[in-house]
């Protein structure tokens, strides 16, 4: 068996790196007055109040279900973080881990000082308990299907195995060892996702059906634990002085409130009530500029979305044009993302690919290493309306169709009714009559369970969609677009060839070969003009000045405190 | 009268019925589901286990059985999106806190409301009259929504007199925490300091002129008797008309308001149950809120009879 093994630096540097910046202040728990320097002198309380529009009211980490604000009290075997060099994955409740030679095998060698918050120690059993419940064919986890490839563990979701046939098994208290069918280098991207995190049976199998629906029934094992819910309005959380890694958190108390309008959230982080804010449109403008004159933090990170429009490839659309490449290259082309972006959302990056700058590959943005797939074609036309027209046309007359544009209208179908919502239609309108001299007709509903009634009937010839990838690969973008996974998404596209390279993939273990299909496939899609990429999402974070070392995640928690601290809030 | 209360109980439990069954069918045939959403992000082969896990996958009528039968025992069930919460859950933590707010704003409200209208009424045609009646106009036509950003922009934000979002829980409830009600109550109370000033106006001026207070006037009465005596009392009958309805509104809670103070009340969750088609939740707030309407509508009319004979009651004989 050849030894991989991870070392803690890249958590523990970040936290040391903490400290030399000065470490935390006012905190009178004595653990974290070894880090502390100026803050002696300081009198901020290290309490930290940040925004949300939702709580939830799910703590079962099998779950997944609102993993994006509670993964920050626990802890898996991986934690995601990102920081300014980008998303990576840092070693938490594992301390190493050995991958045997096949790379099918691995043994995670867990953290001997790791508690629970009620002081118990977290084992290697809580994490076969945890894994073994996400299989479990009685709880019909909606994340099941991330493990499938350990041995057994599909066979025991779909009742042809059993518990005991999971091949994620606690070798001795502090070994956890999970041997897959075939090797799969996403894998470990996949370890940071709430549903493999360690869960108690004792209290799990108490807790019966209340188990992650009741906030008090839970333990935590990661920097913070939940202390305090108001529904709707006020959700505390304090530091988890049983955290393996205690010492580097300096935050006493989290305080998040539910605060559902951005006009009462800007006064409140004008105020110094809120520390953190996330917004948007002219609040996201009004803090830009402040951000620009120092007098706020600006954060602005990619983030794992691409935002597209997709086309009817069943049936090709309202008007039954879709099925058609030039004319769907001429829409996708006629839209220029600078001039949209700008005009609509004043953020976010204009996109010419599928897969997002916010999945790395092989330690490096994947955008990085593989061009986007669109912009040479695209940049053959850009702005040149007039060969965009005859690109229509000669499409139109492919399909024995009058080349006529003034007489063509296609069929727009989108809902929601949020400013941005209601101008990135009107400006898709316009483009598209202007550009092109088609009519474009806006089929928009109320909410999003209206929006699946008329896409399933059929009344539209695109509709908005797009992805959020849920681990850090390029896989999980391009699995969206084999035929008959994401209709959603892909709007029924198929392609033997497309699939044929996704299937070679299984159990593909050369990162360089991996890379090429990957690229293969994203080229595919844009030959094929697929879908219309708009945009690849991007997370917008502004601070208070005296916030530091705030981290984000887009496959953990989407904020991490467990090495941030408060500076000169003075208070 | 206890032949009309059982006739009245009977009916108000098949209104109930009827709004269960409306509620339930009405839902059903909105498209799409609780899980739409979610279920559009899996894979094919999740949702189905979805469906299942949530008993949705069922037949319509089935689950209208289902429902029906639970509800008879007290059990609304549980909410499809926010796992764990229930109508019974809300009752005990979400309706006191509406209840409050709404009774803060209406007793101030109605207080300012009906001090105001004396004021229009016995200045009838004078600048505070008009001034009055302006200031009505322009609370009851500026949304709520409007009003609670603008007072906390002021107060919280620039005067910092009060916090600008929270509500008192716990061991405050209902008696502490007045600094975090403030705001909320003004922003709530204008609507009812606009409708019962108008009330209590139009319905004075009608008193006035009737001929038991040219009476009271030839007698040489004061002018503050001939208010307190006899144009108040008799002027109150639309008003106590209304103000059971404003009982029974007042605790329903506000979606606006509860939305931009962020107060854990019940309006605020009534609306986003809606919106998320959570069928159960809507389902139990839609029955509760109709059953507090009727007993409050019950309560009134059998008020009615007692306040003033005058008033009979159908298959009863005042004679």
Not at chain 1, 213 to 232: A, H, I, Q, R
Not at chain 1, 366 to 387: I, T
Not at chain 1, 525 to 552: G, H, M
Not at chain 2, 235 to 258: K, N, R
Request: charged share 20%.
């Amino acid at each position: 068996m050849k030894l991989k093994r991870r070392s803690v630096l890249g958590m523990m540097g970040a936290a040391c790196l903490s400290a030399i910046l000065a470490g935390c202040g006012g905190s009178d728990d004595s653990s974290s007055a070894a880090v502390s320097s100026a803050a002696q002198s300081g009198t901020d309380t290290q309490v930290l109040n940040i925004r949300t529009t939702a709580f939830g009211n799910n703590y079962d980490v099998q779950d997944m279900g609102w993993r994006w604000m509670m993964a920050a009290c626990y802890s898996g075997l991986y934690r995601n973080v990102a920081d300014d060099t980008g998303e990576h994955f840092v070693l938490d409740g594992a301390e190493s881990v050995d991958v045997s030679d096949d790379g099918t095998v691995y043994t995670f060698h867990l953290q001997p000082n790791a508690k629970w918050s009620d002081g118990q120690p977290v084992t290697a059993h809580d994490y076969e308990y945890g894994w073994k419940r996400l299989v479990n064919p009685k709880y019909l986890y909606d994340y099941a299907s991330f493990i499938f490839n350990v041995v057994g563990a599909e066979e025991y979701y779909n009742g042809t195995g059993t518990a005991d046939g999971v091949m994620a098994v606690a070798v001795d208290d502090y070994t956890f060892q999970v041997t897959l069918k075939i090797a799969d280098p996403t894998f470990e991207a996949k370890l940071v996702a709430t549903p493999l995190y360690p869960t108690r049976e004792d209290l799990a199998e108490t807790a019966g059906d209340q188990w992650g629906k009741d906030w008090t029934l839970c333990v935590y094992n990661g920097p913070f634990c939940m202390s305090e819910l108001v529904e709707d309005n006020k959700m505390v959380w304090t530091k988890n002085t049983n955290y393996w890694n205690a010492d580097e958190t300096h935050l006493e108390t989290v305080n998040w409130y539910l605060v559902g309008e951005d006009s009462t959230a800007a006064t409140m982080f004008d105020n110094g009530e809120l520390d953190v804010l996330q917004t948007s449109g002219d609040y996201s403008r009004k803090y830009q500029s402040e951000a620009e004159a120092g007098q706020v933090q600006m954060i602005t990170a990619d983030y794992p979305g691409t935002v597209c429009l997709a086309f009817d490839h069943k049936n090709g659309g309202k008007s039954g044009l879709m099925g058609n490449l030039k004319i769907r290259k001429a829409l996708s082309y006629s839209i220029n993302r600078e001039e949209m972006i700008d005009a609509v959302y004043g953020r976010y990056e204009p996109a010419y690919g599928f897969i997002s700058p916010a999945i790395t590959f092989d330690g490096k943005s994947y955008r990085s290493q593989v061009e986007e797939p669109m912009l040479a074609d695209y940049n053959k036309y850009a702005g040149d309306y007039d060969a965009l027209k005859s690109l229509f046309q000669e499409g139109l007359s492919e399909l024995g169709m009058s080349t006529d544009l003034s007489s063509v209208t296609v069929t727009y179908l989108s809902y929601g009714s949020t400013v941005e919502e209601s101008s990135f239609r009107e400006y898709l309108q316009q483009t598209w009559q202007q550009n092109l001299g088609i009519q474009v007709e806006l089929n928009t509903v109320g909410d999003y369970s209206l929006f699946t009634a008329e896409r399933d009937a059929g009344n539209f010839d695109l509709f908005s969609a797009g992805w959020y990838s849920d681990y850090n690969d390029p896989l999980d973008y391009l699995n969206t677009f084999y035929t008959g996974l994401y209709v959603s998404v892909s709007g029924g596209y198929s392609n033997s060839e497309y699939d044929a390279l996704i299937d070679s993939l299984a159990g593909e273990n050369d990162n360089a070969k991996r890379l090429s299909i990957y690229t293969q496939c994203e080229q595919i899609l844009f030959d094929d003009c697929a879908t219309i990429p708009l945009y690849y999402s991007t997370k917008e974070y502004f601070l208070q000045n005296w916030v530091k070392d705030f981290r984000w995640s887009s496959f953990g928690a989407s904020q991490e405190f467990y090495i941030t601290y408060i500076e000169g809030r003075g208070f | 009268m206890t032949k009309y209360i059982i006739r009245r109980l009977v009916e108000m439990a098949l209104t109930l019925f009827i709004i269960a069954t409306a509620t339930f069918f009405l839902l059903e045939a909105v498209p799409g589901d609780p899980l739409t959403q979610r279920a559009d992000r899996l894979p094919e082969q999740s949702r189905a286990a979805l469906y299942e896990r949530y008993g949705l996958d069922r037949p319509v009528m089935e689950r209208y059985l289902t429902q029906m039968n639970n509800m008879l025992h007290g059990d609304f069930g549980e909410s499809f999106v926010y796992a764990g919460q229930t109508v019974s859950g809300l009752l005990k933590d979400r309706l006191p806190v509406s209840a409050r707010l709404g009774i803060q704003q209406m007793l101030l409200g109605v207080s300012v409301g009906l001090l105001l209208g004396i004021l229009a009424a016995t200045h009838a045609r004078s600048p505070i009259d008009y001034a009055v009646v302006g200031l009505s106009v322009l609370l009851i036509s500026v949304p709520h929504l409007v009003f609670g950003l603008l007072l906390q922009k002021v107060f919280a934000g620039t005067l910092k007199w009060f916090p600008t979002i929270g509500w008192p829980t716990g061991k405050d409830l209902w008696l502490g925490g007045w600094k975090y009600t403030v705001l909320p109550t003004l922003t709530g109370c204008f609507s009812y300091i606009a409708t019962y000033a108008r009330l209590l106006k139009t319905s004075m001026l009608d008193v006035i002129n009737q001929d038991y207070v040219l009476t009271a006037e030839s007698k040489g009465l004061s002018r503050g008797a001939i208010v307190r005596r006899h144009i108040l009392r008799n002027s109150f009958i639309p008003v106590m008309t209304q103000l059971p309805m404003s009982v029974a509104m007042c605790i329903t809670g506000s979606f606006f308001i509860e939305s931009i103070f962020s107060i854990p009340g019940i309006g605020q969750y009534y609306v986003t149950a809606v919106q998320n088609q959570d069928l159960s939740i809507v389902l139990g707030e839609t029955v509760l809120l109709a059953l507090l309407y009727i007993v409050v509508l019950f309560i009134t009319d059998v008020l009615y009879v007692v306040v003033d004979p005058r008033i009979s009651m159908p298959g009863t004989s005042s004679r």
